[in-house]
């Protein structure tokens, strides 16, 4: 694409209103129309994002102005035992959350990449539950995850007769955690499965053909075509996952408040905990700040672990 | 396209065994395709349908498996969502809602197509970088960033006001909604301006009578993401708001609703239904916007 080929003085001469020229004048058109964006930015996210590193190294509690602590929050997190379990947490949750995921939704991608009636109205429902709220799908769940009125033990006690008592979903540390992680991978299937689609349309049917000329079979045709011509769409959408699996914080709040006992707490629910709820602000600060090695250790992991060859796809596909 | 594979495939196989065929083409393909993905749509759309199903029933039969099946509703009933509209703030916090969302929306939206209009079109030196920063402020993800955006609202003198939302909530809806444009704006060929400019066109001309114009499936993408998203949003309302009357749908279901140790379910899944339902309503007309911002913003 071009540069601008006719200077703006040449048109500035035939319009006399200084207005009209001063808006005709590039650099200042420039500034004028990036100002909206990057101000709203730079006071609402540069700005605190700053502002966030530097409460972690103070006491302040709300209504209260701290002062220059040093490392002592930090140091006080690693003797926590309540921090390290929401490192522990977030780290299994991420995990597992993600590979359910990515598994699963490139396995829908992978169906819904096939011919059949009513495709469009089906990837239209696929896609509500990325759309409806989180807190009111997690509300959903709570009410299903319920210890009494479960609808799942209802199913596996009543109906099929496999046990004999109801699951105790979120009363116990683990089925809890796992409870949680179901639901995330819920939500999460739609966006992974869509993102994907839109990757597997995008490659071209004559590798396949070519594949099936030298006589590939279908998982073959899978792993050596399929696999690696999705991989630079598949490391992006797995670096937002991770990130925002990671710092998740509506699924938990929602369902069990970091109960029982603790044991669901993510980072940023703990850290809601102690910065919002309890008045800590520079404690919570810091595990919030805690949070952000973990995130560039993933995006650096997902991003060049995956994206090795060439991590935008160009317009050939060959 | 794939269907050619498809037939491929199976012309293939039906090469190698021809007895195989009749299983290939028909009991395979019902076993592969539609059988997992009816599984797929089944507990996808579950967690909605026992909402649904759950705001209607009365108490009695909500706490009784054993004389009602759980799966249907013997005698439907309204007063759950009759309770939570006369006898809650529940209209009090859809109207909240609407507002911020409406609010953000439309700060962004003006905010992001100056800012892509700018990168993509202006071409000043640096404007990569620009679109980079902006990219880049799309990954700071909101739970590491509520902490000292409470005390910059505080500061600003916006706490537990529904502004402080409306101007919060860009900080995620601008990078987002800037990636967008750009990608459409990319596509409005350039020559068109060009042509304008020759006329005598300003640049703002430009922009309002040939550029947005041809932007608009764009814009409009953008803007329903971004109604979405705020209506969504979940930890900045928590935090940044207090009253019960300022509250917005998610955050007001989950702490004004949920009291005590009895949990009025019959209200809380109707109160989600409800406050599900413009999303989806608008996700139904908009169904192709949604599909192609969402993955247009990936393939960016």
Request: hydrophobic share 40%; charged share 15%; net charge negative.
């Given at each position: 694409m071009s540069v601008t080929t006719l200077s703006s003085p040449v048109l500035a001469q035939r319009q006399p209103n200084w207005l009209v020229r001063l808006f005709d004048y590039k650099p200042f058109l420039v500034a004028m129309c990036l100002a909206p964006a990057l101000g709203l930015l730079a006071v609402f996210l540069t700005y605190p994002l700053g502002l966030g590193i530097w409460l972690a190294f103070t006491d302040t509690t709300i209504g209260r102005k701290g002062e220059f602590i040093g490392l002592e929050n930090f140091q006080y997190l690693l003797t926590d035992s309540l921090w390290w379990n929401a490192v522990f947490y977030s780290v299994v949750y991420t995990g597992i959350a993600t590979f359910g995921k990515f598994a699963l939704g490139f396995w829908l991608a992978l169906l819904l990449n096939n011919h059949f009636p009513f495709k469009s109205l089906l990837r239209a429902i696929i896609l509500l539950p990325w759309i409806v709220p989180t807190v009111l799908s997690a509300l959903a769940f709570w009410w299903i995850y319920d210890p009494q009125f479960s609808i799942i033990s209802y199913l596996l006690v009543d109906v099929l007769h496999w046990r004999d008592s109801n699951i105790d979903f979120l009363g116990s540390p683990w089925p809890a955690r796992f409870s949680l992680i179901a639901a995330n991978i819920w939500r999460g299937i739609p966006f992974v499965a869509i993102s994907l689609l839109a990757g597997l349309q995008t490659i071209s049917p004559s590798l396949y053909e070519a594949a099936m000329l030298d006589g590939a079979s279908a998982w073959q045709r899978f792993r050596y075509i399929t696999f690696p011509m999705m991989m630079p769409i598949l490391a992006i959408v797995m670096t937002f996952s991770i990130i925002f699996t990671f710092t998740d914080f509506q699924l938990v709040y929602a369902i069990t408040r970091g109960g029982p006992g603790n044991s669901t707490h993510l980072l940023a629910t703990l850290a809601f905990q102690r910065g919002?709820?309890?008045?800590?602000l520079g404690e919570g600060a810091a595990i919030a700040v805690s949070m952000i090695p973990f995130l560039v250790f993933a995006t650096l992991f997902s991003y060049f672990g995956l994206a090795r060859r060439k991590w935008q796809q160009g317009e050939a596909n060959d | 396209m794939t269907d050619t594979v498809a037939q491929a495939s199976a012309a293939a196989n039906a090469k190698a065994a021809p007895d195989t065929m009749a299983w290939d083409s028909g009991l395979r393909r019902l076993m592969m395709i539609y059988l997992p993905l009816g599984c797929f749509v089944l507990i996808l759309l579950f967690p909605f349908y026992w909402m649904a199903i759950t705001s209607f029933k009365p108490n009695a039969e909500l706490m009784n498996y054993r004389e009602h099946n759980p799966f249907w509703i013997s005698s439907p009933t309204l007063a759950h969502i009759k309770h939570l509209l006369f006898d809650t703030a529940y209209p009090r916090w859809l109207w909240t809602t609407m507002l911020v969302a409406i609010g953000a929306t439309t700060l962004s939206l003006v905010a992001s197509t100056l800012a892509a209009y700018a990168i993509e079109r202006l071409r000043f030196r640096g404007s990569p970088y620009v679109g980079l920063g902006i990219y880049l402020a799309?990954?700071?993800?909101p739970s590491i960033l509520f902490i000292p955006l409470a005390t910059v609202v505080v500061q600003f003198g916006l706490f537990d006001s529904p502004l402080a939302l409306i101007l919060v909530?860009?900080?995620?809806?601008v990078p987002f909604c800037t990636w967008l444009l750009i990608g459409y704006f990319k596509s409005i060929p350039y020559e068109l301006e060009e042509c304008a400019l020759v006329d005598g066109a300003t640049r703002l001309q430009i922009l309002r009578r040939i550029t947005l114009p041809l932007a608009v499936p764009g814009l409009i993408s953008a803007g329903i993401f971004s109604f979405t998203l705020s209506w969504n949003e979940f930890i900045y309302a928590l935090a940044f708001i207090q009253s019960g009357a300022n509250k917005t749908v998610p955050v007001a279901i989950l702490?004004?609703?949920?009291?005590?140790?009895?949990?009025q379910w019959g209200a809380l899944m109707a109160g989600s239904l409800l406050g599900s339902l413009p999303v989806a309503i608008f996700y139904s007309l908009f169904v192709d916007y949604y599909v192609s911002s969402l993955t247009g913003a990936v393939k960016e």
């Open positions: 919002i709820a309890g008045g800590e | 799309y990954l700071v993800p909530y860009p900080t995620f809806l702490t004004e609703l949920v009291t005590g140790d009895v949990y």
